[in-house]
């Protein structure tokens, strides 16, 4: 198994940025596909970002595409979500997620979760 815990999430006014790390302990991160999902209130939660075990390959939600960059260090077993030009419609809980092989884009394609953190966008 592998344990997820989120950080960076805070209050930010639009056009700002965030940096939201997903860091993994257990077996080796490197292992395991890692998707950045969000939930906002009365929502389902939604998929974000997706990144492979290598980091070769990575997929963004329509909603993020140009704004928000995922990236990995499997030496520091930790996956970064950069968020730039935020927007108020940005708002959310943020988890990230993990699974051994990539199966696709929904919540329940993935096995591991994180506890989430929140980030709130200002207008």
């Known amino acids: 198994q592998v344990q997820l815990v989120e950080s960076g999430g805070g209050l930010v006014q639009a056009g700002g940025s965030l940096r939201l790390s997903c860091a993994a302990s257990?077996?080796?991160?490197?292992?395991?596909?890692v998707g950045w999902f969000r939930q906002a209130p009365g929502n389902d939660r939604e998929f974000v970002a997706v990144i492979t075990r290598s980091g070769g390959y990575t997929y963004y939600a329509d909603s993020v595409k140009g704004r928000f960059t995922i990236s990995r260090d499997n030496a520091k077993n930790t996956v970064s979500l950069q968020m730039n030009s935020l927007k108020p419609e940005d708002t959310a809980v943020y988890y990230c997620?993990?699974?051994?092989?990539?199966?696709?884009?929904?919540?329940?394609?993935?096995?591991?979760w994180g506890q989430g953190t929140q980030v709130t966008v200002s207008s």
């Open positions: 997620a993990a699974r051994a092989v990539f199966s696709g884009y929904r919540p329940g394609d993935y096995d591991y």
């Open positions: 257990g077996r080796t991160f490197s292992g395991y596909v």
